[in-house]
């Protein structure tokens, strides 16, 4: 299960009047895209972007934050299983920072550790034949990122009721 550390980002009404969200799973060779519905209830795998510098990848977001007028990022942030920051936590930050100064909606971190994992099972318990599930495990490691977002924003925003 993946739990996202506490945001104290928006609640629900605020994402119902953002719109999309785009999801970002981080990788070193590859970054997996998802993407929610606009009442943010659901995320879904969109795509997975060969990483080929920062700038270059940075601009292949830019576009598809254009491309479907997205609203705010989610990425997830590779804790430890301790819970401390990681050399690859470190790289996430840093390429956020840099993606960051390029957009002007908010971008958040929320706790990601072994979302490819538990995407992996999921593809696998599903039948999705292995060179498929190559390519399409990093998006749906960002749905899962994603989705946890909206599912916490959702249940805080119940309890504020």
Same mark, same amino acid.
């Given at each position: 299960?993946?739990?996202?550390?506490?945001?104290?980002?928006?609640?629900? #009404?605020?994402? =119902? *009047?953002? !719109?999309? /969200?785009? @999801?970002?799973?981080?990788?070193?060779?590859? +970054?997996?895209?998802?993407?929610?519905?606009?009442?943010? /209830?659901?995320?879904?795998? $969109?795509?997975?972007?060969?990483?080929?510098?920062?700038?270059?990848? %940075? *601009?292949? +977001?830019?576009?598809?934050?254009?491309?479907?007028?997205?609203?705010? %990022?989610?990425?997830?942030?590779?804790?430890?299983?301790?819970?401390?920051?990681?050399?690859?936590? /470190?790289?996430?930050?840093?390429? $956020?920072? *840099?993606? &960051?100064?390029?957009?002007? +909606?908010?971008?958040?971190?929320?706790?990601?550790?072994?979302?490819?994992?538990?995407? @992996?099972? &999921?593809?696998?318990?599903?039948? /999705?034949?292995?060179? &498929?599930?190559?390519? *399409? %495990?990093? #998006?749906? =490691? #960002? #749905?899962? %990122? $994603?989705?946890?977002?909206?599912?916490?924003? &959702?249940?805080?925003? !119940?309890?504020?009721?």
């Amino acid at each position: 299960m993946i739990r996202t550390r506490a945001l104290g980002g928006p609640g629900l #009404a605020d994402i =119902a *009047e953002v !719109g999309r /969200i785009l @999801g970002l799973d981080m990788g070193d060779r590859w +970054i997996g895209v998802a993407l929610s519905d606009p009442e943010g /209830i659901l995320a879904s795998p $969109l795509t997975r972007i060969t990483r080929i510098g920062t700038e270059a990848t %940075i *601009e292949v +977001i830019l576009q598809l934050v254009r491309q479907h007028q997205v609203k705010r %990022i989610v990425a997830g942030l590779p804790y430890s299983m301790k819970g401390g920051l990681g050399p690859q936590a /470190i790289k996430v930050l840093d390429f $956020l920072h *840099e993606l &960051r100064q390029r957009l002007e +909606i908010p971008v958040e971190t929320v706790d990601e550790r072994l979302s490819t994992v538990a995407a @992996g099972r &999921r593809m696998r318990e599903a039948g /999705i034949v292995r060179k &498929r599930k190559k390519r *399409e %495990i990093d #998006a749906a =490691a #960002a #749905a899962l %990122i $994603l989705q946890a977002y909206l599912d916490e924003v &959702r249940t805080n925003a !119940g309890t504020e009721l």
